[in-house]
C-alpha cells in the first residue's frame, strides 16, 4: 500500500539556518503530495502541494519540488525563524480511497 | 464561521463513561475523518466517511462508534471510555471533486482518568 517516510525529529536549528526535511513517498499512480504544518495547540493546516512530476509547491519561504525519479518531496526553506517550530507532516493523495496517507511527522525547533 | 469545527476542546472523563466528540465543517464536503495524535504514532485514521449515512473503518477503531446523518456532521462517540483512549483527536475532511487537500478542526483532548 501506500506509504510516506520522514526523517524523525526533532530538528533542532538556530535562528536563520537551513532547512532540510526529507519525504519519501511509495505510490501506485501519481498522487498529489503535500506539506502540512502543525502549530502547538492547532491542528494540521496546508503549507504546500504539488499535483505532478517537477512541480514545486511553495509559501512562506518554505519549498518543496515532486521528485518522481527518487520518489521524494522534501522541504527546504533557506532562513529559518523561531515562528517556524511546528510539527511538519508530509502526505500523499489522497487516492481512490479519498484516504491521505501521512507520515509520522517531524518536530522542528527553532532557537534565537 | 466558515471552516472545520470540534467541541469541546478539552474533556476530562471518567473510566467507563460514554463520551462524544463533535466535528462540524460548513462547505459540504463528502468525505471526513477521524485521527487520533499519540506521542511516536503521528496520526492514526479511526473512522472516515464517504457521505451521509457511509462510514467505514480505519487503522484503529476498536471502542469507537461513529455516525454520519446529516453531510456537515460526523459525531465521534467512545462508548465506554479507556484510560488508552487518551489522546488528541482530530476531525477532518476533504471536498472531493479534484480538491485533494484536508482541512482539519483544531482538536479534541481527551483525557479519561
Known amino acids: 500500500g501506500d506509504s510516506v517516510t520522514q526523517m524523525e525529529g526533532p530538528v533542532t536549528l538556530s535562528e536563520e539556518a537551513f532547512l532540510t526535511i526529507n519525504c519519501t513517498y511509495t505510490?501506485?499512480?501519481?498522487?498529489?503530495l503535500f506539506w502540512y504544518v502543525q502549530y502547538p495547540g492547532e491542528g494540521l493546516q496546508l503549507l504546500l502541494k504539488a499535483t505532478k512530476a517537477d512541480d514545486k509547491g511553495s509559501n512562506k519561504g518554505f519549498e518543496a519540488t515532486y521528485r518522481k525519479e527518487t520518489t521524494s518531496f522534501h522541504l527546504e526553506k533557506g532562513s529559518v525563524q523561531v515562528s517556524d517550530s511546528a510539527v511538519y507532516f508530509c502526505?500523499?493523495?489522497?487516492?481512490?480511497?479519498?484516504?491521505?496517507?501521512f507520515g509520522r511527522g517531524t518536530s522542528l525547533i527553532v532557537h534565537p | 464561521d466558515a471552516g472545520i469545527t470540534q467541541s469541546p476542546r478539552y474533556k476530562i472523563t471518567e473510566t467507563g463513561r460514554q463520551v462524544t466528540l463533535m466535528c462540524h465543517q460548513t462547505w459540504s464536503h463528502s468525505y471526513m475523518f477521524w485521527y487520533r495524535q499519540d506521542l511516536g504514532h503521528g496520526l492514526r485514521l479511526i473512522y472516515y466517511?464517504?457521505?451521509?449515512?457511509?462510514?467505514d473503518k480505519g487503522e484503529v477503531p476498536d471502542g469507537y462508534v461513529v455516525s454520519r446523518s446529516k453531510t456537515e456532521n460526523f459525531p465521534l462517540t467512545l462508548e465506554s471510555a479507556t484510560r488508552s483512549q487518551t489522546s488528541v483527536y482530530f476531525c477532518?475532511?476533504?471536498?472531493?471533486?479534484?480538491?485533494?487537500?484536508?482541512?482539519f478542526g483544531q482538536g479534541t483532548r481527551l483525557t479519561v482518568v
Open positions: 502526505a500523499l493523495g489522497p487516492g481512490g480511497s479519498y484516504i491521505p496517507t
Open positions: 466517511s464517504a457521505a451521509a449515512d457511509i462510514t
Open positions: 505510490a501506485t499512480g501519481y498522487p498529489s
Open positions: 477532518a475532511s476533504i471536498g472531493g471533486g479534484g480538491i485533494a487537500e484536508a482541512f
